[in-house]
């Protein structure tokens, strides 16, 4: 019952951080297994990775319903995360550790207040008006730059994506998190099949029950987030990240 309770609560945090900012569940779920059910860090993240897949999938495929994706520049921007990725990861390797394991909390918490305090209100039309030459080179530079923080920190792939979706390509909220979440899909799909292949099967009952607790509530995030006005869902989108970010810290320093 213990484990299904934290499972059940992380995929809360998850699943609303997915759902409503394209959010890694890495971020959430991670922390949550490692400090409450005592799991190795690496089987942690794999089973974070895996709640990602479905989590990303519904909440791409919803948004892609309501005409919030991308998925022409989304791919793009994919396949530069994932060559990044593994570059980020090879210079992380050759370097002694660094001090940026709360990157991605930090980040979480600035982004939030960010959100709140300045609305992204960028219209559909004004990204549309880019051409198609320059939003490709815009959408391979930052896939790179996500894939390489990806692979040299380990985490922050999601907002720091998000930040890039909208700051530099000017995409509106909404779409901004239907592509991240697109994109997430593959990331995470990749990352989990490599980290069970590697560390072996995680703990089946903290899977199945990850799994369905992000699923079902990165539904339902989503669902509400295509059909909130682009002011309230900045709003949300800010309270949600805050307070998952504030949660993240207060775990991370429970031990």
Request: glycine share 12%; proline share 2%.
């Amino acid at each position: 019952m213990f484990k299904f309770l934290i499972c059940f609560l992380a995929g809360i945090g998850a699943g609303l951080g997915t759902g409503f900012a394209g959010m890694s569940a890495a971020a959430v779920i991670s922390p949550m297994l490692i400090t409450f059910l005592d799991m190795p860090a690496y089987e942690a993240i794999g089973i974070a990775l895996a709640s990602d897949v479905l989590a990303s999938a519904v909440s791409a495929y919803t948004y892609g319903r309501n005409k919030h994706l991308d998925i022409k520049n989304g791919f793009i921007m994919m396949v530069a995360v994932l060559l990044f990725t593994m570059v980020g990861s090879w210079v992380a390797s050759l370097l002694p550790n660094t001090a940026m394991g709360h990157f991605s909390v930090v980040m979480t918490l600035l982004l939030g207040i960010k959100f709140i305090v300045k609305p992204i209100m960028t219209e559909r039309r004004r990204r549309e008006g880019v051409g198609a030459k320059k939003r490709f080179f815009q959408s391979v530079i930052c896939g790179s730059i996500v894939g390489f923080i990806c692979g040299f920190v380990g985490a922050g792939g999601g907002m720091m994506m998000l930040l890039l979706l909208t700051g530099v390509l000017g995409y509106e909220l909404k779409t901004a998190v239907g592509t991240s979440v697109f994109i997430m899909t593959f990331t995470a799909l990749t990352g989990a099949v490599s980290h069970f292949a590697i560390g072996g099967a995680p703990d089946l009952w903290c899977l199945v029950f990850c799994v369905g607790s992000t699923l079902l509530w990165a539904r339902v995030a989503a669902l509400f987030a295509n059909r909130a006005q682009p002011r309230t869902l900045n709003r949300v989108v800010g309270v949600v990240l805050v307070v998952l970010g504030a949660a993240i810290l207060a775990v991370t320093y429970i031990k």
